[in-house]
């Protein structure tokens, strides 16, 4: 079984600053890689960011140069610092991780249960 387990979501005043984090836990292999994605109601999810075991980074157009994505030592973590939020960024935001569990040889996408982040004008 794979868990992960979000915290940091919030209200915000437009401006402001959130920082995400989400850990996954399990009989895990290896991770590829993590990131977040958003959902705004109304709207289809959509890529935030994403790092890879290596470090390298992406960033979707509209938070370059706002949102930094990172990973903890473990690397079994991942964070999103979001600033100058703007109402906007209004949305459920998703972690996710690539993974391969120690009972298979695939890899395979694993969700978080999402975080309300609400960016007030």
């Known amino acids: 079984q794979v868990q992960l387990v979000e915290s940091g979501g919030g209200l915000v005043q437009a401006g402001g600053s959130l920082r995400l984090s989400c850990t996954a836990s399990?009989?895990?292999?290896?991770?590829?890689?993590m990131g977040w994605y958003r959902q705004a109601p109304g709207k289809q999810r959509e890529l935030v960011a994403t790092?890879?075991?290596?470090?390298?980074?992406m960033y979707t157009d509209s938070v370059k140069g706002r949102f930094t994505i990172s990973r903890g030592n473990a690397k079994n973590t991942v964070y999103l610092q979001m600033n100058d939020l703007k109402p906007e960024d209004t949305a459920v935001y998703y972690c996710?991780?690539?993974?391969?569990?120690?009972?298979?040889?695939?890899?395979?996408?694993?969700w978080g249960q999402g975080t309300q982040v609400t960016v007030s004008s």
């Open positions: 996710n991780a690539d993974l391969t569990l120690y009972s298979s040889r695939h890899t395979y996408r694993y």
């Open positions: 399990g009989s895990i292999s290896s991770i590829n890689a």
């Open positions: 790092i890879t075991s290596g470090g390298s980074t």
